[in-house]
């Protein structure tokens, strides 16, 4: 649909903008008569989107030769171009190990991203302002001020009430029940938006990763925590109480309940979590012995630095060596992990499940061992990969949420004056 | 939006079209200013509407004092209303038991209705036969000849190739991996469309039943076979493979595969389907005596007359009228299918769980138990409820499925003349 010459209303002129941001981000600096052959406009409504934009501060005239082509023969065609540099988001990704804070312009490219370890927080308060270390650094690092910032998302585990932005429950992290949304409202003075770590690691699959064509795609965090975000279509699946895709409380074995131990695990954390990996590799070790025996597992890694010792990665890496006692704890995990994984797939029958976290990095042993497990348990063979976007995929996620609401906001308002 | 008044855009005719129709459904009859004021178009437009919509049979000039009112002082304003009658549509239930054939008119008003047992059918042959008996039996207590079925749709147990409309994999059904669309087509002259019997039942429940408000509703078919519909939004969610809600196939306990015994059913269908109701009541008889000791309990029951004897329905009735063994067999079947319920719960947190066909009688003792069992067994109490559409469930969510794409077809359509 297309407004008239004399401007057509409102909300049509918000569609249209939005049809020339997309084309312009797409393709970078296009001239005018490039711009309405690719959005189908007419040349005069796209000359009005353009100077509606460019007043906004969303589009620019590029320089000559911006376009890295130079001049060519006769008068070169003025070329516009999307202003990524307007404002920018901050994606967030804050748990137990650590605060994640990234920071993209209106492209969705990352200008800067910082680390704080977050280990040695014992409270939601301490958790708090490791964040906003985090958040400093990497303004700072980006060269922005708070004042530049459209829009922010955070990733946290748990369950979160959405759109509120409070933390109803996360059972791993003691004390951080909190309005997570509200205290983060005090560091930016911009929407916050807050979320399920799994489910922007969902959105972040969808935008970057191996999930751009898969319809229904579910994203499994799989690390110390053990939970997935279920992506149906372009809208994620959050449920009646937001506690969907929390099959980190799959009490599967008859007799056991979904109470969380002292720790705040489910029964399925429990059985195949970080902690389990390591035990299983260490009773492994110690009737076969080989090179696990002599590693001293202890700590349960994956999520972050332990210093209790080697973890569970210390068994995927003796694993993918050919070690007997880690092969065989590989396949006890991933036959472990199959029967969780198969109520899944019959209730949701997903195009693509995407393993990620700290479990991502177990290696293709891990997957065909999964695979192979879960085959007998279920109607259709699932479609398995590992996440390739390693413990940034919450944080991208989190850029996702913030631009898209960015983009609502930036985007000239329907109702306004064009 | 709206169209100008010299026609307009085609997309934007049908939709104001839709809206006229809509108005008229829900309303009755109503002058062409009632129709203005509820449709927020304009007088002319939807004088223009109702023209074309005449023209196509699908509204009619009321007579006067056909709204009920009789004249009024002044002359009355002319009336128009929707012709539920200018066409119908036929939905189906096909299963081991029953075919039942369900005519109803645009409204979604049930006129007919035909049911023919199929216990005998012992190929696809005959039950597609007893079907076609069905059916002409229901068209011959509409008084309509097949010319005036505009859609048919079907609901079968097993996996459907949707929207080709074949049964891939029907275990409860030997010969029934057919091309049951193709088959009804060769029966009726118009779009046949074949879907799983509960997500029909789901459909049914959101137009008819309690799951009116509910974003994502569980239909949960519990009978001899168990499966499970989800509706999510407005949307069947029905997987990468149509195999969506099989939850009949999960393999809960440790060991056990999703393999189909002889007689097609799954590890969960083996555990709380009727025959298991019936062996469950059974053994609590043999220990407790009491009535159920006394009846023989033989055949599963539920899903349809069984030669038998007492089947699953006589646990449930002898339950309710307090017999210990009943009762008995009731917690240890709630338990069992709590198990089943639980991982459904933690993956899609739904705001409503209906649970249909046989058991959908089995009374409310039965829903406490469940209730009971399955809380410890997840985050969020969920919230469950017995059916009330009985069997008739999957026939009229087959005429929703129909009286949708038959809407979308007798419109007129996009890109003719109007």
Redesign the interface.
């Given at each position: 649909m297309e407004a008239s010459a004399h401007g057509g209303p409102p909300l049509l002129r918000q569609i249209n903008s939005a049809h020339v941001v997309a084309a312009l981000r797409g393709a970078g600096p296009l001239s005018l008569s490039d711009l309405a052959a690719r959005t189908g406009l007419s040349r005069p409504t796209v000359g009005q989107v353009v100077d509606q934009l460019t007043t906004a501060g969303l589009l620019a005239w590029a320089e000559p030769g911006q376009d890295g082509q130079g001049p060519r023969s006769g008068r070169p065609a003025r070329l516009v171009r999307f202003r990524a540099e307007a404002a920018y988001v901050v994606g967030i990704d804050i748990g137990r190990h650590k605060a994640l804070v990234t920071v993209a312009d209106l492209a969705g490219t990352v200008v800067a991203r910082r680390r704080e370890d977050a280990s040695g927080a014992s409270s939601s308060a301490d958790l708090l302002a490791v964040l906003r270390t985090a958040a400093r650094g990497a303004l700072a690092e980006a060269g922005i001020r708070r004042a530049d910032v459209a829009s922010v998302a955070a990733g946290t585990p748990g369950?979160v009430d959405w759109p509120r932005g409070a933390v109803m429950?996360a059972p791993g992290l003691p004390g951080w029940k909190i309005e997570l949304a509200r205290e983060l409202r005090r560091s930016f003075r911009c929407p916050v938006q807050v979320e399920n770590d799994a489910n922007l690691a969902a959105l972040a699959e969808r935008r970057h990763g191996l999930a751009r064509d898969a319809?229904?795609l579910v994203f499994i965090y799989w690390g110390e925590r053990v939970g997935?975000g279920?992506l149906?279509g372009d809208r994620l699946?959050?449920?009646?109480?937001?506690?969907?895709?929390?099959?980190g409380?799959?009490?599967?074995?008859?007799g056991t309940?979904?109470?969380p131990d002292q720790l705040g695990r489910g029964p399925f954390e429990r059985m195949v979590g970080a902690e389990a990996i390591v035990e299983v590799g260490r009773e492994a070790a110690t009737r076969h012995g080989g090179v696990l025996a002599g590693l001293g597992l202890d700590g349960p890694g994956l999520d972050g630095p332990d210093p209790r010792g080697a973890g569970a990665e210390a068994v995927f890496a003796a694993a993918a060596h050919g070690d007997p006692a880690a092969v065989e704890a590989v396949h006890t995990i991933a036959a472990r992990f199959a029967?969780g994984l198969?109520?899944?797939l019959?209730?949701?029958?997903?195009?693509l499940v995407v393993i990620g976290a700290g479990v991502s990095r177990a290696g293709s042993a891990l997957l065909a061992a999964i695979t192979d497990s879960v085959g007998?348990?279920?109607?259709?063979p699932p479609r398995l990969e590992l996440s390739r976007l390693g413990d940034e995929a919450v944080a991208l996620g989190a850029v996702e949420l913030a631009l898209a609401d960015a983009e609502t906001r930036l985007l000239p308002a329907p109702g306004l004056p064009g």
């Open positions: 369950l429950l319809h229904t997935a279920v149906i699946h959050r449920g009646a109480a937001n506690a969907a895709g929390e099959i409380f799959l009490a599967l074995d008859p309940t979904a109470e029967r198969a109520p899944v019959l209730v949701l029958d997903p195009d007998p348990l279920t109607l259709v």
